[in-house]
């Protein structure tokens, strides 16, 4: 018998090869980074084949999404970027008060 489910690697595999166009069009630096993220949403395997998502580009966003998150605020606790730059950076008009 094969198997019915595929597994959270195959999946973000499959996702991958369908962004490779986008890839190759992007500049050398961009090209870098995005690999960097798709690298990053692999570190989520268990978790993806674990929570029953079915959309590929849904378990590789939230796994880039989290590892973005978690940088962010490694940056924060380091004082290398403020909480206040955080917000303006992801709201934009945002003003203190």
């Known amino acids: 018998m ?3 489910v595929k597994t959270a690697s195959m999946l973000i595999s499959e996702e991958s090869g369908r962004w490779r166009d986008f890839r190759n069009a992007l500049r050398q630096r961009d090209r870098e980074a995005f690999d960097r993220l798709a690298a990053r949403s692999r570190t989520h395997f268990s978790a993806i084949s674990n929570s029953g998502i079915i959309d590929p580009f849904e378990a590789v966003a939230l796994s880039i999404l989290l590892e973005v998150e978690k940088r962010l605020e490694a940056l924060e606790d ?3 970027v ?3 730059e955080t917000v303006r950076l ?8």
């Open 2 to 4: 094969g198997r019915t």
């Open 78 to 80: 380091a004082g290398r």
């Open 82 to 84: 403020s909480t206040e």
């Open 90 to 97: 992801t709201r934009p008009g945002w003003k203190p008060d």
